[in-house]
């Protein structure tokens, strides 16, 4: 069943569009079903049920931290993790970096904006974002690659609501390409959209969609 979802779910996805499927919550006998059937891609977001899953599951996954990341967690994911999804302010960015340097790795890095109507949605607003960027420390953190930003959208039915909060991410998206990683080839990830809404992502910029309840369920 697993396995008939996730190629429903690929079927779907355009062309350069990663899928990152949502395991959290999900037992490991889930993941490991979705895995014999070809993805290598998978999110998590509490660091225990992250680290059994990564000591219990094939190593030639790439393990997603999607959820918030607080920056005592850090040192525990920061020797296997492949990207941490949700950087919401430089100081969490300064402590992947620091403890990146310890295992002497390069960890991959979206920047989370807040765009969604609810309060209790984490990010930086689009202003606190340009804002760090512009200050230029991020600049000196050698073991963190910026790779580009990631969203999560209104929890409404409103689907024009949620369209324009995507298409403001991808104007967010373009105009950081445009100011800051020009010539930056890695910077090229917009990560949004969710079972409910991936195929509107698809539609307005996202090339990086986070399923979970559309494979697992």
């Known amino acids: 069943m697993i396995a008939d979802n996730l190629q429903k779910v690929k079927d779907s996805l355009s062309a350069g569009v990663e899928l990152v499927a949502v395991s959290k919550y999900h037992p490991v006998e889930s993941v490991k079903e979705a895995y014999a059937a070809g993805q290598r891609v998978f999110g998590e977001s509490r660091e225990q049920e992250l680290r059994v899953k990564h000591e219990t599951l094939p190593k030639d996954i790439q393990w997603h931290f999607i959820g918030h990341l607080q920056t005592n967690k850090v040192k525990y ?27 002497n790795r390069v960890i991959d890095v979206l920047l989370e904006l807040h765009l969604a109507q609810e309060s209790t949605k984490s990010g930086m607003l689009p202003e606190e974002c340009f804002q ?21 959208a209104s929890n409404t039915d409103d689907i024009e609501q949620i369209r324009k909060e995507f298409l403001r991410a991808r104007d967010c998206f373009d105009r950081m390409k445009q100011q800051f990683f020009a010539d930056d080839d890695d910077f090229n990830v917009r990560s949004y959209g969710m079972s409910g809404d991936y195929l509107l992502a698809q539609q307005c910029g996202s090339n990086h969609v986070r399923v979970g309840s559309m494979i697992f369920s």
């Open 77 to 103: 994911i920061a020797p296997y993790i492949a990207m941490i999804e949700a950087v919401d302010s430089l100081k969490l960015l300064q402590e992947i970096n620091r403890q990146a340097e310890k295992c």
């Open 132 to 152: 760090m960027l512009e200050q230029g420390e991020w600049r000196s953190l050698k073991h963190v690659r910026i790779r580009g930003i990631m969203m999560m």
